[in-house]
T-cell receptor
Framework: QKEVEQNSGPLSVPEGAIASLNCTYSDRVSQSFFWYRQYSGKSPELIMS????GDKEDGRFTAQLNKASQYVSLLIRDSQPSDSATYLC??????????????FGAGTRLFVKA | KAGVTQTPRYLIKTRGQQVTLSCSPI?????VSWYQQTPGQGLQFLFE???????NKGNFPGRFSGRQFSNSRSEMNVSTLELGDSALYLC????????????FGSGTRLTVV
């Protein structure tokens, strides 16, 4: 089982629809969760963070966290063609040396059709 | 506020050579992490530096090394390049190791021929 799993897609939605992106993680002690957006040929950009169970809204984006189910999701409302990108789910881990590393999912490619 | 600066943006090297990549983090950020991104493997963690100390290392061979300077700038070095080292190398800047998220640089695209 991968530490962070995402459906690789592609996920195709029409303009104006809700895009739903899902992610599961394996480490029960994980405390923080992130979504990054990566446009083709660009580097990842942090778009959402969530630390507590429930929903967190930021503009058209809503992150949802269910720690009991080890499940994180990202909803994009009123999807726009400019939202077409790869979305990476990311979970930081603390090592026994006190250092950090973030485990990234493989990413879900989203296409928003005009 | 300046972003994360990675140099060079593109590199073409031949097998067996070595390469050094540079990263200047956001001012005030003490942690620099390095990732390798390939289409097949996604984003793979290389190492994390904090205040000139390597705190964490990923599962890469010893040919991959790095360091961090007192001004938080970091370099990574790959020796004896192999074709499989062709990838996008990303530097991630954070105040304390990514627990609150990263700001990535634009990356260095390395091609080994």
């Amino acid at each position: 089982q991968k530490e962070v799993e995402q459906n690789s897609g592609p996920l195709s939605v029409p303009e104006g629809a809700i895009a739903s992106l899902n992610c599961t993680y394996s480490d029960r002690v994980s405390q923080s969760f992130f979504w990054y957006r990566q446009y083709s040929g660009k580097s990842p950009e942090l778009i959402m963070s969530i630390y507590s169970n429930g929903d967190k809204e930021d503009g058209r984006f809503t992150a949802q966290l269910n720690k009991a189910s080890q499940y994180v999701s990202l909803l994009i409302r009123d999807s726009q063609p400019s939202d077409s990108a790869t979305y990476l789910c990311a979970v930081p881990r603390v090592s026994n040396t006190g250092g950090f590393k973030t485990i990234f999912g493989a990413g879900t490619r989203l296409f928003v059709k005009a | 506020k300046a972003g994360v600066t990675q140099t060079p943006r593109y590199l073409i090297k031949t097998r067996g050579q070595q390469v050094t990549l540079s990263c200047s983090p956001i001012s005030g950020h003490r942690s620099v992490s390095w990732y390798q991104q390939t289409p097949g493997q996604g984003l793979q963690f290389l190492f994390e530096y904090f205040s000139e100390t390597q705190r964490n290392k990923g599962n890469f061979p010893g040919r991959f090394s790095g360091r961090q300077f007192s001004n938080s700038r970091s370099e990574m070095n790959v020796s004896t390049l192999e074709l499989g080292d062709s990838a996008l190398y990303l530097c991630a800047s954070s105040p304390s190791g990514g627990i609150y998220g990263y700001t990535f640089g634009s990356g260095t695209r390395l091609t080994v021929v």
